[in-house]
């Protein structure tokens, strides 16, 4: 098993810059493609970004050129870099790990096994 937990998120202007970041423990020997999802109140889960194993990326169009997914595999730990944040961007952010050593993740949820407990990212208006 592995468990993930998500920080980094809180309260932003519209314009501003958050960095999320999704922590790896457990089985963390296997190489696992990476993916962070969002979900607005009373909305649908939605696929954010997807990283490989080796930090190849892709990017919703939503969110492309704005968001940037990195990975730092030596502290388990991947990244998601949002910047010029607008209000719709405001949803609880989840991290998914499937165990997968090359290529990008699924871009549905039901693709992988382990999640995080989501974190909170507001941006004010």
């Known amino acids: 098993q592995v468990q993930l937990v998500e920080s980094g998120g809180g309260l932003v202007q519209a314009g501003g810059s958050l960095r999320l970041s999704c922590a790896a423990s457990?089985?963390?020997?296997?190489?696992?493609?990476m993916a962070w999802f969002r979900q607005a109140p009373g909305k649908e889960r939605e696929f954010v970004a997807t990283?490989?194993?080796?930090?190849?990326?892709y990017h919703a169009d939503s969110v492309k050129g704005r968001f940037t997914s990195s990975r730092d595999n030596t502290k388990n730990t991947v990244y998601l870099q949002m910047n010029s944040l607008k209000a719709e961007d405001t949803a609880i952010y989840y991290c998914?790990?499937?165990?997968?050593?090359?290529?990008?993740?699924?871009?549905?949820?039901?693709?992988?096994?382990?999640w995080g407990q989501g974190t909170q990212v507001t941006v004010s208006s």
């Open positions: 998914a790990a499937r165990m997968q050593p090359t290529g990008w993740g699924p871009s549905t949820s039901q693709g992988y096994d382990y």
């Open positions: 990283i490989s194993w080796s930090g190849s990326t």
């Open positions: 457990g089985r963390t020997s296997n190489r696992y493609a």
